[in-house]
Each structure stands twice: as C-alpha cells, then as structure tokens.
C-alpha cells in the first residue's frame, strides 16, 4: 500500500551510496550511523557524484552500476550515487520537479559536512540525468558556482524549457559545465545551458533508437537515455568524440564548420569525460565574449557509437 502510494504522494528519503576502488562491489554509506565520514572516502581524491531522473514506476536505473564501475576504471576517486528515487517515483511530474529543489538542499547539507573534514569542492564533478542535471545546476547555486564541474546528461526539458537560469541548469552553476543534448524533441531540453553544449546527431533522433511507438518504453527513453551511454563510451573506448562548433545541425552536414583554430593547440572538443580539457577556452569565450558554445558530431547506432569525420575539398581548375 506504501509504494502505491508514493507513486501519487512521494516521500522525500534520500540515500548516499558510496563507490570506490576499494568497495567496487558493495555500496556503503557515505556517514555512518554515528555520523562520521566512511573510512573508504578520501578527502585528497576527485569526488563524483552521480545523481538519477525521473522514475515513475519506481526501478532502479540500468545505467547506473556500469556507470560507476568505467569511471572507476578509469580513474581512482569517491563516487557517491545519490539515491532520490522515493521523491522521483511519482505519475505526477510535476512533484517529481518540486522535489529537485527539496533533494538539492539535502545535498547542500550533507557536502558542508564533507567539506569539515576536508572535502574541496572544486575536486566535486556531478553528473547528473535529466532532472538530476537539474538537482546538480541547484546544488551549484547554493554554493555560488564554486564546484569544480557539473554534467548534463540530457536535462529534463518539461517544465524546464525556456526558463529563467536561476530555475534551471546553466553555466554559472559550477567553474565548468558540460552539457549532451539527445532527445531535444523529447524529454529533454533544447537551449544551450553550459559553457559547451553537444548535440550529438543533431540532438533529436539517436540512430539505433525505435522509431515506431510500437516499440514501447524504448521508444520514450532510448533518445533520452542516449547521453549516458555516450558518455559512458567516452570513458570505455578509444573512441574520441570530436565535436564541431557550429550554429545548427544543419550547416554541420552542410561542411560548413570544420575549423576549429578557436581552440588552439587542443584544436576540436570532444564530447564525455575529456571536455574538461577544454575548459579555459571555453570558459574565456563565454567571459569575455558572452559566446555560446553549440557543437556537433554524429555518431553510430550502436555501442561504442563511433563515427569518424571527413571533410573533402574539391579544387574546380
């Protein structure tokens, strides 16, 4: 009767699980019972914090134990998984929305308790899924933009699009924001909300997702969910994502944007875990000129999603 009810009235509880290479198969919790920090986590080391959407039937996301287990492959750090899923596992969005700001300000309080016993902010990269982008974007506000990156894996646009920053994602938010646009048309947003914004296969249809509502759920989540997996690639393979700055989709098939003198020595961003790379170019440009950073790629249809870009010049004599 409980987790019926939730399902209309959901109860806010939220449960930080703690990752690292020493308990890579067992979640413990972040403080113990007693209040002190786990001994697994260290202060000295990158600290990501990976936070889930919308879930309206109340399952655990798929994506989340591969997730952890690549960036932990990857790089030796603390990885919290912010559990919400009793205020997100709600038929009404819309609370579901209310209660990013609810989850936000828990968060706020757990990290001035991490920052105590020695945690940085700027060594904090959340990462977050559709509305978890946006619980990221709020945790960011309360600490003035100064943690150290956030990821937008496909912000939720419903209820999101065309609003004010000081309700949504934006670039203020942390010293870097990334953000991957999959499902525009979709459940995701349209505008351009970090200091690099990729829209990968023009940010609407994913090859390889259903076409045909035929096809259920995957119809409504592949698009959306094609973020993560990108980003996930970035991390498995060595496939690199490069990306092309660009006004629209359109001017990109177009092979009107394959310069990028831009960005110097470190010449095309690349779309996932590597676009920190780029973030004093990106960051100057949007200090200094105020200019939005829109790129392109396209991708294939499958894991590990790699394509790779030609541009040919033909010399008429």
Not at 47 to 65: A, C, F, K, N
Request: glycine share 8%; proline share 4%; net charge positive.
């Amino acid at each position: 009767m409980d987790s019926l009810k939730d399902l209309f009235i959901p109860q806010m509880e939220i449960a930080l699980m703690l990752y690292t290479r020493n308990n890579l198969n067992c979640a413990e919790p972040l403080f113990e019972q007693n209040g002190s920090l786990n001994v697994n986590f260290s202060t000295n080391k990158k600290t990501v914090w990976l936070i889930h959407g919308y879930r309206p039937t109340g399952s655990t996301p798929s994506w989340v134990q591969n997730f952890l287990r690549t960036l932990l492959n990857r790089e030796d750090m603390n990885i919290i998984v912010v559990d919400w899923n009793r205020g997100a596992t709600t038929f009404l969005y819309s609370r579901a929305v209310k209660n990013t700001r609810r989850v936000a300000w828990s968060l706020s309080g757990y990290i001035r308790n991490l920052l105590k016993y020695g945690a940085s902010l700027d060594n904090f990269h959340f990462i977050g899924m559709s509305l978890g982008a946006h619980i990221s974007g709020f945790v960011g506000k309360i600490f003035q933009g100064q943690l150290g990156r956030i990821t937008g894996l496909d912000p939720a646009g419903p209820k999101f699009s065309g609003r004010p920053s000081n309700v949504r994602l934006d670039y203020t938010d942390a010293k870097f924001v990334d953000v991957i646009h999959s499902d525009t048309n979709g459940l995701g947003i349209k505008e351009p909300l970090g200091h690099i914004d990729f829209y990968p296969n023009g940010g609407k249809k994913q090859p390889g997702c259903p076409k045909s509502i035929f096809s259920g759920i995957e119809f409504i989540k592949c698009n959306h969910q094609r973020a993560v997996h990108l980003f996930m690639a970035s991390l498995e393979t060595n496939c690199n994502f490069i990306s092309f700055p660009c006004s629209s989709y359109e001017d990109f098939k177009a092979g009107l944007c394959v310069n990028c003198e831009k960005f110097k020595e470190k010449s095309c961003p690349r779309l996932g875990y590597q676009a920190e790379l780029w973030k004093d170019v990106l960051k100057e440009r949007k200090e200094k000129q105020f200019l939005k950073t829109t790129v392109f790629l396209d991708t294939s249809g499958t894991s590990p999603f790699c394509n790779h870009h030609f541009a040919y010049t033909i010399l008429y004599l």
